[in-house]
């Protein structure tokens, strides 16, 4: 991709404020400063960490990083215009601001005439002297300023003159950066094109102003009275010229866009190509409402096919990791079908597009994965070729002839299987097990000989007991346990590694750390038969086995088990590779 001239684009996360914002999504002070640490890592050059004062668990992260800064980001406060009808220099939440001790902040103020009598209950004119007026005393204070023009582009659909005098204020007092905000995220790419071009247009004519008086001292804004509404649908040859007088640098333009519909990192994308040099967004897309715009998906869409700099060749390499990071301290489920990020991204699954892609991966792949660190899968199911079979066994170790039986007996064997309710694609584990099974290379590190349930559930309490015993033979040896738990899957998982732990020790680290129920067929009722997924790991891998069965316990059986074998088998492997190579 040649470099766009121009190129480089300054990136502010705020997924410490915005992205908090998503209902549900809760951290912790540590929390933040993970991320904020993940974020300076990945070379985001601004991270907002929130509004001082709001909240105690903001004061203490930013006086945390007052102690241990980061090593190359910015660090950004968040805050408001001051009150109407008060002094900036009296306003106490800026005295927060200012204790937060960042170099930069960020001031959002309102663009839209409707917010500024509806919302604020205020004059148009006070609402341009709060602008002035915080901003001037931040500079005042050492602060340099990111002027957040809050629901800018409704404001500008309505009164674009009075939203333009927002601007002219904020230029006038000395913000280095005017953001311009579709906060309520209606507005289509079209339109922000248009409407960034012109504000640039008309950042021309104050730069021209500008260039006239040069020896003026920036003494704020001079202007006709606040234009209204109906003013603002004059034709737009007649709408008012800039009158600014200001001695500073004309600010560079940012774009902010939130996703209500569906329309976030195309705006973003749009205004980028319309000239805006800051996007603001967030990590996978966190935000309220419907979230902001994802900076997984803007940055490398950005870097790799538009040709501006965002961050280092390197440092995208670290987006997938970056993205899941974030997904695992905030506590959701990573989208396993997000662009660029996903598990799935550059998975493929009909057998077509894996012998293409086999050949020439440019055929299914917009990217190569492993420009933003992520991986190709292939996925394996009854729709499935024998490519899809070669390339998944190839993956782990499994080297197949196609001219041979074995690999169109496992093929077959898969859509036999999946036919009958299993899903290989969801649980490669179980797969890898059927292969060396085929092969007949299965170890067999244990045999279950027979397993029974025994529930009880006493009336009238919400607490029931469950006792599994299982019987299995170890190198001949037969061994008969019992434990208990809290339900059926949790006593017979106990009842199994407490029989096998004494033979292999290395149980002890193995979790089950997910377990997933599918009715299959629900128009039978109770008789329907059931998928388990049960998700495994060692903590340092994760795997998935699947059992299918009309009994529930069965199903839960098989997929435990196969569970263990499984993390057995990846045991097995690693002593032997250390033993040939250590």
């Known amino acids: 991709m040649?470099?766009?001239?121009?190129?480089?684009?300054?990136?502010?996360?705020?997924t410490l404020r915005d992205g908090t914002q998503r209902e549900g999504l809760s951290?912790?002070?540590?929390?933040?400063?993970?991320?904020?640490?993940?974020?300076?890592?990945?070379?985001?050059?601004?991270i907002e960490g929130g509004w001082p004062g709001a909240n105690p668990k903001d004061v203490e992260f930013f006086w945390q990083l007052q102690k241990n800064p980061?090593?190359?980001?910015?660090?950004?406060?968040?805050?408001?215009?001051?009150?109407?009808?008060?002094?900036?220099?009296?306003?106490?939440?800026?005295?927060?601001?200012?204790?937060?001790?960042t170099r930069w902040v960020t001031i959002f103020g309102k663009s839209w005439d409707l917010h500024v009598t509806t919302g604020l209950k205020t004059t148009l004119e006070e609402n341009l002297a709060m602008i002035c007026d915080t901003i001037e005393y931040l500079r005042s204070q050492g602060r340099r300023i990111i002027y957040d023009a809050e629901h800018w582009f409704d404001g500008y659909k309505h009164n674009r003159d009075y939203a333009l005098q927002t601007l002219e204020a904020a230029i006038a007092s000395g913000a280095e950066w005017l953001v311009l905000c579709d906060t309520n995220g209606g507005t289509l790419p079209h339109e922000i094109s248009q409407i960034v071009q012109d504000v640039n247009s008309y950042l021309s004519l104050v730069s021209q102003c500008v260039a006239e008086v040069p020896s003026v001292e920036a003494t704020g804004v001079i202007c006709q009275e606040p234009m209204t509404k109906d003013d603002g649908q004059r034709e737009k040859s007649d709408r008012r010229k800039p009158t600014l007088r200001t001695s500073g640098t004309i600010p560079k333009i940012g774009i902010h866009t939130h996703n209500d519909s569906e329309m976030a990192v195309a705006n973003a994308i749009a205004a980028v190509m319309a000239g805006a040099k800051m996007v603001q967004g967030t990590i996978n897309g966190y935000g309220e409402r419907c979230g902001n715009a994802n900076l997984c998906s803007l940055i490398p869409n950005l870097q790799l096919k538009a040709g501006y700099s965002?961050?280092?060749?390197?440092?995208?390499?670290?987006?997938?990791?970056?993205?899941?990071?974030?997904?695992?301290?905030?506590?959701?489920?990573?989208?396993?079908?997000?662009?660029?990020?996903?598990?799935?991204?550059f998975a493929h699954k009909g057998g077509i597009h894996v012998s293409a892609v086999e050949r020439n991966p440019l055929t299914y792949e917009h990217i190569q994965p492993e420009q933003v660190g992520n991986s190709r899968r292939i996925v394996i199911s009854e729709q499935s070729g024998l490519s899809n079979v070669l390339a998944k066994a190839r993956s782990f170790g499994i080297e197949l002839d196609q001219q041979k039986a074995e690999a169109r007996e496992i093929l077959q064997r898969l859509k036999d299987l999946e036919s009958e309710g299993f899903q290989f694609e969801a649980a490669e584990a179980s797969f890898v097990l059927l292969m060396h099974e085929a092969l007949g290379d299965r170890q067999q590190f244990f045999e279950v000989k027979g397993f029974q349930?025994?529930?009880?559930?006493?009336?009238?309490?919400?607490?029931?007991?469950?006792?599994?015993?299982?019987?299995?033979?170890?190198?001949?040896?037969?061994?008969?346990?019992?434990?208990?738990?809290?339900?059926?899957?949790?006593?017979?998982?106990?009842?199994?590694?407490?029989?096998?732990?004494?033979?292999?020790?290395?149980?002890?680290t193995f979790d089950l750390t997910d377990y997933k129920v599918r009715i299959l067929n629900g128009h039978t009722g109770?008789?329907?038969?059931?998928?388990?997924?049960?998700?495994?790991?060692?903590?340092?891998?994760?795997?998935?086995?699947?059992?299918?069965?009309?009994?529930?316990?069965?199903?839960?059986?098989?997929?435990?088990?196969?569970?263990?074998?499984?993390g057995l088998l990846l045991h097995s492997q690693a002593e032997a590779a250390f033993k040939a190579y250590g």
């Open 2 to 14: 040649t470099t766009n001239s121009s190129s480089q684009l300054w990136l502010y996360d705020t």
């Open 27 to 46: 951290v912790s002070i540590e929390d933040k400063l993970r991320i904020a640490k993940r974020l300076d890592q990945l070379g985001i050059p601004f």
């Open 70 to 101: 980061l090593k190359q980001a910015e660090v950004v406060a968040f805050c408001s215009t001051r009150r109407p009808n008060t002094t900036a220099a009296t306003e106490p939440m800026l005295q927060d601001i200012l204790a937060a001790g």
């Open 310 to 345: 965002c961050i280092t060749e390197d440092q995208l390499t670290q987006l997938t990791e970056a993205s899941r990071f974030v997904s695992e301290v905030v506590n959701l489920t990573p989208d396993e079908h997000a662009a660029f990020v996903g598990r799935s991204a």
């Open 453 to 508: 349930v025994h529930c009880d559930l006493i009336e009238g309490k919400e607490i029931s007991n469950a006792l599994a015993t299982v019987k299995i033979a170890v190198d001949g040896k037969n061994i008969l346990e019992a434990a208990e738990g809290n339900g059926p899957v949790a006593a017979l998982d106990a009842a199994l590694r407490k029989a096998l732990v004494n033979f292999y020790p290395q149980i002890a």
């Open 526 to 566: 109770t008789a329907a038969k059931t998928r388990v997924l049960v998700e495994s790991g060692n903590g340092r891998e994760r795997w998935t086995t699947v059992g299918v069965s009309t009994n529930i316990l069965a199903a839960s059986y098989q997929a435990v088990v196969e569970g263990l074998e499984y």
